[in-house]
T-cell receptor
């Protein structure tokens, strides 16, 4: 079983919809990252969380350390949001290495 | 600042060959990690270099080796290529302070390796 699980694996939404992507993990972590990967490979870091909630534009990320769960929300989704969203955790005592979920492929239809 | 750069962007090799991929970290970064991302999967950690030494290693065979140079750039070498080595290889760099410093990683665009 993967230490980091994401759901859903694939998501199709109409432009303007509110989107939620979930991440659950089974190990102790020092932080959780949400990453965005566009076709072609480049990965961009969206958020780094160790507690609570962060907001950047239309993106909101939350984490519940006790429940080992995080969510990424996109409000008023747009076709340019289409990408793969990856949850990655930084485990304690591992030299701050990332352990990745398999990603959620989001397609936003105009 | 160009950020993390990788070369080449694409590469095609045949089984049994050897390949070298290159990574230049973001300016001011001293720690480089390499990841393999198979199609449809999340990245898997290969190894990490700091102060020109391999500091941590994931579950990859010895065919995967690396190097870090005094200017902090890094190479990933894969010997005796297998079909299963076809993947996107990502390099990520981290800020000063070494592997245990808690700084955000920045990723390069990746090198797409195809093994025929």
């Amino acid at each position: 079983k993967n230490e980091v699980e994401q759901s859903p694996q694939n998501l199709t939404a109409q432009e303007g919809e509110f989107i939620t992507i979930n991440c659950s993990y089974s190990v102790g972590i020092s932080a959780l990252h949400w990453l965005q990967q566009h076709p072609g490979g480049g990965i961009v870091s969206l958020f780094m969380l160790s507690s609570g909630k962060k907001k950047h534009g239309r993106l909101i990320a939350t984490i519940n350390i006790q429940e080992k769960h995080s969510s990424l929300h996109i409000t008023a989704s747009h076709p340019r949001d289409s990408a793969v969203y990856i949850c990655a955790v930084v485990r304690f005592n591992t030299g701050n290495q990332f352990y990745f979920g398999t990603g959620t492929s989001l397609t936003v239809i105009p | 600042d160009a950020g993390v750069t990788q070369s080449p962007t694409h590469l095609i090799k045949t089984r049994g060959q050897q390949v070298t991929l290159r990574c230049s970290p973001k300016s001011g970064h001293d720690t480089v990690s390499w990841y393999q991302q198979a199609l449809g999967q999340g990245p898997q950690f290969i190894f990490q270099y700091y102060e020109e030494e391999e500091r941590q290693r994931g579950n990859f065979p010895d065919r995967f080796s690396g190097h870090q140079f005094p200017n902090y750039s890094s190479e990933l070498n894969v010997n005796a290529l297998l079909l299963g080595d076809s993947a996107l290889y990502l390099c990520a760099s981290r800020g000063r302070g070494g592997p245990l410093s808690y700084n955000e990683q920045f990723f390069g665009p990746g090198t797409r390796l195809t093994v025929l």
